[in-house]
Every structure is written in structure tokens, then in C-alpha cells.
């Protein structure tokens, strides 16, 4: 047996050694092919036979046999690429694609990937890749009604499970404005335009007229503030903003500003009860334009309180001025910000706060409210303070009750942002005015977050997230099978894919604009092709040892 045997141990040798050529053949083949991870060949001892020797029981080996292949899943470098639908995961998730109208998922660490002109982010096969939707946000501002504020998750909310990520609208609804900053200087050596000693804190408001040509001459106000503001489709509208110091005789050092916040009259399409119950316009009517008033007042340049009046009712006009009793204490949002409503499609039952169809927007002068309860007693609007008259006051109210004693309602709990209207020396400006609106837009690009979140980006300026990625990581990915074309599929020992978002702990990151290149090290396989090859080479010899000594066997016959 010993001769023979030794043939067959060599041939093992030889079959060994050129499995593993094939493997490193294999590796260098695939040297540049994307998110391609390399394998490696282990050999172990085939079988040792017993057989007696003086010293007892000794084994002799008959040859060797591959162990086990595996892939080696370390981290490839990232390549930067021109693609923003190019990605690479930094960690040891895959992503999933999934051929279409099929259940089977393959998993993939080469993100190699492009939108169909079916709107789907493919891989080179036209397997669309496989994320969860993220739920937007349609919110509005909503009246309060007790003191627990919004608390705002800038998180992505997913939606339902894995699905294909398929962009099949391209264009970016509008959103109607919904949030107003207007944050200014109005410096105390600014004297008042407007007066009326029988309503000082409405003087600016009594001479605006929106059924004039000019609703606001230039003389009548100190300082005024204009931006854009969004309806429900989308439609810009100006939204001007008047202050005027307010001449007060006994303020105890405090300073007193009334603003107005108004549109172009001519876009107002507010529709109220009148004083007989019907449903009035007030088109044509001085309150045409007129969305709220109110004061502020500073004490040594710092806000330390509000007031603010929407028109709920249309009660008409008293001899070309405005009726103050139809001007109530304002509601406050979620966020303790008064509100306004603007109707200006001519929606039913969106023209006063009140209204359920409204479209409210909130007014920040850098104050809001934190305590937006009522004042306990039943009555009242909540978050204003308990102040004489009482809280269900209208402006009314106030111009007949009470004169120049600086007490005005004021909100309830104050908060002042570190960003806030001010009435320093200095020059009267616009430090900071931003609305949260806009138009409709068309898609014009996407962006891949770290998180694994796809953005798009519109012409109107928005970048919506739509879709996160799903990556998947394996108990044992070393059993992943090899399907070809950059892609494995799970089996019984690799056990199901554990999906998670990027992120997640275990599935690593993702870059945008990259791509993994291939783990396999040049120097090192050569290094394993030389040992390879002198090792097949050391077999072919034991081969042919061995044939000369069958050979001096035979030989002796002679």
C-alpha cells in the first residue's frame, strides 16, 4: 500500500493546490470589480491510517482536502463617484434589491444604482431597491387648547415595511404658510405717527382703510416690514407688517409699540357674520386686509409682553372707523404664538380663527406663551393673564376701559427666543423675517444621508426625505451564497436577514457619491500564488518520486 498511497496523497496535493489557484484566479479576476469581497481557501488533513511500529500505534496521513471557503467581508475603500444614486455602506450591513413582482431579496454591498424610466432605483440587473417610505408631514398650526406644547420629532417617521423605492411623483406639492418671523429694531426716539386719544392703543389700526386706494398712507406709521407669504395652491401673497410707537403719559418707563399685520385688501376673501347673523364679505370694508392688531411692549429695549386681536365677527363700520368690539383677544397655537387666518381662495368657513376649514398662521415676534390654560374662573381665552377688564375682552375693552396706564393683557407665561424684536437706540430694521411656505416644485435632484435617508431636492427650494434605505446584516454571513453579479442570498446557515436602517447598530453607514471597492489585495494573492504554486509543484514531485521508485520495483524483475 505504501507506493500507491503515496501517489494518491500526492494527487490530493495536486487537486488542493489547484482548487486554490482557481480561488486566487477568482479573487485577481474580480481585483476591480465593485463591492466585491474576496475569498479565501483553507486545506486540512484528508485521512491518517494506523499502522504498527516498534514504539506502538502510529498514523501515517494519506493527503489533504479543502476545509472550507470563505469570504472575507472586510471593509473596502470608497471610491468617490459623480452619482449622487451611487453608494457605499462604511460597516457590515448589505442592501437589499428584489426583482420585480417577485418575494426573493438578494443582498448586495455594490451600490451601483439608477432610476429607471419607471421612476425605480435599480441595480444593474433592474432590481429595484428596497427602503421604507417616510411619512410627510402635512401638519398646521393648531389652536391650543391646553398648556402642553408640540413637541416637534425631526427624525424621519417610516412608514408600513421594506418596499421598493419608486419615485412616482416628481413634483413637490405647495404648502401654505403656516409660520411668520418678523423680528425688527424699533428704536425709542421714533415718535408716533398715528394718534387717538380715546384709543391710543389702536390709533394705527383706526387709520387703516382697506376699502381706500391707499389702505395705509406712508405719514402713519413708524416703520413697516414686508414679505412673501404661501395659500393652500401655492400662490404668493405680500404680508406687510406696521409698527408706530404708541404716546402714552404714564408707561412707567415701559415703551409701547402697535403693529398691524395686513395683505393687499384686494386678495382678502374673508366671509363673516354680520350684525344680522348673515354671512357678510369684507370686501370693500375698512377690516378688508386687516388680519391682526395688537402692542408690544419693551422695557429698557427687551419685549416683555404682547397683545394681540383677531376680527371674529364682522360687525361692520361706525362712521367710517373700525368697530373695536369686533376684535377679540387672539388664539394661540400649539407653540404659544398667536394666530391669524387668511382666506384667500374664499373657502367656506376658513375666515376667523374659530373656523374649523382656517388656515392659520402663527406670528412671531421672537415672544411666545407657555402656559396656554384659561385663567381657571371659566371665562376667558387661554393663555392670556388675568388682568381688568377681564380676559374675555375685545379691543373695545381695552380703548374704553383702559386709557394711557400702560396695562394691557399680555400673555400669560413668557418666553423670549435669543432672537427677539427689540427697541434699542439705534436704526429701525429688519433683523430676521422668515415664513415657512412655498410653491409647487419639480424634482431636480436627490441626496443619500448617512442614515441612509434619499432626499429629494425641488425647484422651490425643499429637499423632502422620501425613502430609507434598508440594510440587512446576518448571525453568519460567511455562509451567504454567492449568486453572481455582486449578489448573495440567505439559507438556512447564514439564518434570515436582520433589517435595520442605517445607522442601526451592526449596519454601519452610508455614503452618497461612492462606491466600495473591491477588498482584494494584490501583494497578498501574489504571495498566496507563489505558495500555492510551489506547493503543486512539490506534489507533482512527490508523483514523480514515486513513479521512479514503482520503477527501480519493477526493475528488479529483471
Known sequence: MGLSASLYAGITGLSAHGEKMTVIGNNLANVNTTGYKGSNMYFEDFVSQDMATSAGISQVGRGVRVAAIYSDFGQGSLETTTESTDMAISGDGFFIVSPKGEDQEY???????????DGYLVDPHGYPVQGWKVEQNEASVATATSSDLVNDDTGPRLVGTPTDIRLDNFQSPPKATSHVSMITNLPPEITSKSNNSSSPYFALMQNWDGSAETPLAAGNYGYSSTLKVFDEVGAAHNMTIYFDQVTLSNAGGDTVWEYIVTINPDEDQRMLSGADGNMTSLAGTPAAGLLMTGTMTFRTGQLVGMSAFTLQSNGGVNGGSMNLDSWQLADFSTEGYPVVAANFLGQSNASSTSQENANLMEINFGLRCTDLTSN???????????????????AGDVANNITN????????????????????????QTLFQNQDGYSSGVLQGVTVSRDGVLSGRYSNGQTIQLYALTLATFSDKWHLRREGGNLFSANNESGPALTGQAGDQGKGTVDGNSLEVSNVDMGTEFVKMITT???????TKVITSTDSMLGEVIAMKR
Open 405 to 428: 396706564t400702560g396695562v394691557l393683557p399680555s400673555f400669560k407665561d413668557t418666553e423670549i427666543s435669543a432672537l427677539a424684536t427689540t427697541a434699542n437706540a439705534g436704526s429701525k
Open 107 to 117: 443582498y448586495s454591498r455594490a451600490g451601483i444604482f439608477r432610476f429607471d424610466n
Open 376 to 394: 381657571g374662573s371659566g371665562e376667558g381665552t387661554s393663555g392670556w393673564a388675568a388682568v381688568t377688564p377681564p380676559l374675555a375682552m375685545t
Open 533 to 539: 504554486q510551489r506547493g503543486f509543484q512539490a506534489n
